[in-house]
């Protein structure tokens, strides 16, 4: 464990892991030459597992290839570069790193929206992306990674508590659809299976791309 992943368990209390799948080595193979050697080997010791009772996961990205070409067909982003889905939260939100970037992109299912991470000039600089990755995981908030309800309160607990925790396919959703007129209210909530979930949200709206941080705070 290193000292990035150590503050993600320990410090910002995402242990223990639950549900854990062994990851196995023809997929860190494949993806060798894609994503931060750093990622691999939170594979390679942790498995594609459940964190903070199931508030964050570390996913499999060939399970996403179909819905991240669904989110991004109709946008720029398709054609700038590959996107892998590395990481998601209980309610579906996916972070995707891109090849060409280095960066995370962010997708929000339920209100339709990406933020894109932003091209710079220390995109390929090897050290900043693998310490960015360790960043990333390190500096992860239970807060920011929870999703509020319409009086702006706080659902994972809660969802826990009313549902269940949630297996590695599942995830927790609104119903009706927040795209439909439903409203975030813990007595809407369902546990329903993530892939088949993410792809009917998809189909209720056109993706939206947000501003990057970049363009909206310039990128030296």
């Known amino acids: 464990m290193d000292e990035y992943f150590d503050e993600f368990l320990n410090g910002e209390g995402f242990s223990p892991i639950i549900d854990s799948i062994k990851t196995e080595q023809y997929l860190i193979d494949m993806f060798a030459e894609k994503l931060p050697n750093r990622l691999l080997g939170y594979w390679r010791e942790y498995g594609f597992s459940g964190f903070g009772e199931g508030l964050m996961w570390l996913v499999n990205p060939t399970d996403y290839d179909d819905i991240i070409k669904k ?97 590695h396919d599942e995830m927790y959703t609104f119903s009706p659809a927040l795209a439909l007129g439903g409203t975030a209210d813990i007595n809407n909530i369902k546990k ?29």
Not at 72 to 92: C, D, P, S, W
Not at 192 to 203: A, G, N, P, T
Request: overall charge positive; hydrophobic content about 40%; proline content about 3%.
């Open 71 to 167: 989110y991004f067909a109709k946008t720029l982003l398709f054609e700038r570069e590959n996107f892998y889905v590395i990481a998601r939260t209980a309610f579906g939100e996916l972070y995707v790193f891109g090849d060409k970037s280095k960066d995370l992109t962010i997708i929000n299912p339920h209100l339709n929206n990406i933020l894109p991470g932003t091209l710079d000039k220390f995109s390929q600089d090897r050290k900043k992306i693998e310490r960015r990755m360790g960043i990333f995981f390190m500096t992860l908030d239970k807060k920011i990674l929870d999703y509020k309800d319409k009086s702006n309160k706080a659902l994972f607990q809660r969802c826990l508590k009313k549902y269940g925790m949630l297996e």
């Open 192 to 220: 329903v299976k993530i892939l088949e979930q993410l792809s009917m949200l998809c189909d209720l709206d056109t993706p939206v791309v947000l501003p990057s941080a970049g363009e909206l705070f310039g990128s030296n």
